[in-house]
């Protein structure tokens, strides 16, 4: 299963969000803190502390329009 972390407050988050829903991807959403020093789990994921971040299994995405675009790739596959 997919798993984004996001935030309510992040503009980008909700843009990739929407997108995601859109393409009916099932996905786990995590919310984020908004101080990065609370971010421990993001940070053990994905080696980073920015949002939003994709993470399939061993594969993580940081930028949101890779992010859409892998979505759109997964979304291909079902």
Known sequence: ???LYCAPWCPK???VEDNLRSLRIEFQYIRVEREPKNRK????????KGIPALVDG????LDEWDI???AKE?????
Request: glycine content about 8%; some cysteine.
């Open 68 to 70: 859409v675009k892998y």
């Open 41 to 48: 789990n993001l940070f053990k994921d994905t080696g980073q």
């Open 13 to 15: 988050c909700l843009w």
């Open 74 to 78: 997964v979304a291909g596959r079902t």
């Open 1 to 3: 299963m997919l798993i």
């Open 58 to 61: 061993d594969k993580v995405f």
